[in-house]
């Protein structure tokens, strides 16, 4: 691929490009996403049955949030929708807005489009999902309680609730009852339509990462490179998922980096790049390290690499994800023996902890509406747990694999000095070759990670298909 030179609107233009070639469509006018949308709001309803019979109600006001203030100011923070609406319809930044769902009925879309001339305001309903909701549009917050059951004991809302008239009068708000019910069944399985969204938020994020990596070779400092990212993927800031990790050498070993130097540093060594995208509310998250030219960083990586591969065939239906995380851990043993930065008998890097100072997070975590999406400790829809093995606390995933989850597998090796000097002093210290530690220093840290939908005897990458068909 032809070197860039730096300007931003070359990024755009390389993105743009990608997208007419591979005939991409991110709008909710997608003939795919039509097609598969009502199976989906089938399911929807299917699992707000199960939760409103078990939580002995019968309506849900599913509450879409309300815009939040900066203290002492008239600005808000970007807003982000309740996950539980998003669920519903595609709807991201349509605030102070209800669906009223009861069962045997259509659901009711209250949509709330206020007359305003200071900003932009929802324009009329429109794409795949409108047939399938009763939508009321209604200009003025006070007329939205009107389009609600009148009997609001028979009710449940969900949502963030902070002003007691965004309730309605509903006294039940989140009932423990169905919430774990919708969580469990939100992490236990994508439909076809949220896959296929996923799908799409994967080769969205791809774009960005192909862009970004052109921007490190081009020499661009983080905050140029995070705009390149930005640029290619068509997203605002507050559209991205999350906030990129764009870190250039030894800030990749800080974890959720996201200071974004604005000058290019004397000497790029290395590029760790943790950054996703989204596509009618759903994620994509996905990090690519890359090396400068140094032969033991370089190494390292393409061992992450393959390290992380192999975790990525484990990957099926009837997998205990605690143990893939330390299986991972047990193959981080073998990196760093195989590498010269410790030495010893792996089960011993376990045991004293060498793999968590070097590795301290978790293996992954579900993947969905929201980056780490519900459900992940949830052992059944009544709200039992599964703790994450003795030792590894930051795990989010500790369930059983079923079909059609959908989960990260990010394993990481970094030189985090906080953590490595725990060691000193202990019967790890010798097990660690402190001389390498310092070589490698410089470069932050690696970390890899594909988004991956479990099969009965396999996983589809979302991840892996997204760059093959942009290549």
Partial sequence: MPRLGGDLNSYRRLAAGMIRAMNLDFSDKNPELGALYGQHIEEICRRHDHALERAGAS???IFSGAPKYAFLDDNTYPFRANPHFVGWAPLTRLPLSCIVYTPGDSPVLVYYQPQDYWH??????DGYWTPYFDIRIVHEFDDVAGHLPENREKCILIGEVNDDGHAFGIDRIN????????????????????????????????????AAAEAFDDGLPEFAIHQAFCEAT????????????????????????????????????????DAGA?????????????????????????????????????????????ELHLDTHRLIAGVLIDSGLASGEADALLSEG?????????????????????GGFMEDENGSTIDPPSGHPFLRLTRVLEEDMVLTIEPGLYIIDMLLDNLRGTPAEPLVNWSSVDTLRPYGGIRVEDNVRVLADGCENLTRDAFAELQ
Avoid: W
């Fill in 234 to 273: 068509s997203h605002a800031e507050s559209e991205l998922p999350y906030g990129n990790i764009i870190a250039l050498n030894e800030h990749g070993a800080i974890l959720h980096y996201t200071d974004l130097e604005r000058e290019s540093p004397g000497e790029r060594r290395s590029f760790l790049i």
């Fill in 120 to 125: 932009s305001v929802p324009g009329s309903p």
């Fill in 278 to 322: 989204q596509v009618h509310g759903y994620a994509a998250d996905i990090t690519r390290t890359y090396s400068n030219g140094n032969a033991l960083f370089s190494d390292l990586v393409g061992r992450m690499e393959s390290l992380q591969q192999d975790i990525v065939n484990r990957v099926r239906a009837g997998v205990d994800y605690r």
């Fill in 354 to 374: 060498v793999t968590s100072a070097f590795m301290p997070h978790g293996i992954g975590h579900l993947l969905g509406i929201q980056v780490h999406d519900v």
């Fill in 175 to 210: 009932p423990t009852t169905a919430i774990n019910i919708l969580h469990h069944a939100r992490g236990s399985s994508k439909t076809g339509y949220e896959l296929a969204c996923m799908r799409l938020a994967a080769r969205r994020a791809a774009l960005g990462h192909i």
């Fill in 59 to 61: 309506h849900a006001v």
